[in-house]
């Protein structure tokens, strides 16, 4: 992360058992309109993504009985899930979170349906909190939030 001062909050998610019930609270009663809503077949999960200023809240369903967030909800119940920090760098934010000793949940970067990439700290090294760390590249199709 060798730019800390280009770091910023990209979005707060949030386990749901159903979108559309969580969009009665934050749609209806905010005013807070879904910018996207989107599959992501490989996590199983189904995200509806709230602009909120220079951030999003992204609300996460499980698509499947056995998904991350099924059994997020099924140990926890609903509520934050992680909180995803927008680097400039993924491979150099990586590398300065190795080098510090602190854990990914897997070594393997990830894209997403929109073509950021995006890897997840352990939430056992950053005080216990589930840590995401995304980068858009140039093409990317995510409207990038400035």
Same mark, same amino acid.
């Given at each position: 992360?060798?730019? +800390?001062?280009?770091? =910023?909050?990209?979005?707060?998610?949030?386990? /749901?058992?159903?979108?559309?019930?969580? #969009? &009665?609270?934050?749609?209806?009663?905010?005013?807070?309109?879904?910018?996207?809503?989107?599959?992501?077949?490989?996590?199983?999960?189904?995200?509806?993504?709230?602009?909120?200023?220079?951030?999003?809240?992204?609300?996460?369903?499980?698509?499947?009985?056995?998904?991350?967030?099924? +059994?997020?909800?099924? =140990?926890?119940?609903?509520?934050?899930?992680? /909180?995803?920090?927008?680097?400039?760098? #993924? &491979?150099?934010?990586?590398?300065?979170?190795?080098?510090?000793?602190?854990?990914?949940?897997?070594?393997?970067?990830?894209?997403?349906?929109?073509?950021?990439?995006?890897?997840?700290?352990?939430?056992?090294?950053?005080?216990?909190?589930?840590?995401?760390?995304?980068?858009?590249?140039?093409?990317?199709?995510?409207?990038?939030?400035?």
């Amino acid at each position: 992360m060798s730019s +800390r001062k280009n770091l =910023k909050i990209d979005h707060i998610g949030i386990a /749901v058992n159903s979108i559309d019930q969580a #969009l &009665e609270f934050y749609r209806d009663v905010l005013g807070v309109e879904p910018s996207d809503r989107f599959l992501a077949e490989r996590e199983q999960i189904e995200a509806a993504l709230l602009p909120l200023g220079e951030s999003r809240l992204e609300l996460l369903e499980s698509s499947s009985e056995d998904s991350v967030i099924a +059994r997020f909800i099924d =140990k926890r119940g609903e509520g934050l899930h992680h /909180v995803a920090i927008r680097v400039p760098d #993924l &491979e150099v934010a990586i590398k300065r979170i190795c080098t510090a000793g602190i854990h990914l949940v897997t070594d393997e970067i990830q894209t997403s349906p929109g073509g950021y990439r995006y890897i997840f700290v352990h939430p056992r090294s950053v005080t216990g909190v589930l840590l995401e760390l995304v980068e858009y590249p140039e093409d990317s199709k995510v409207e990038v939030i400035d």
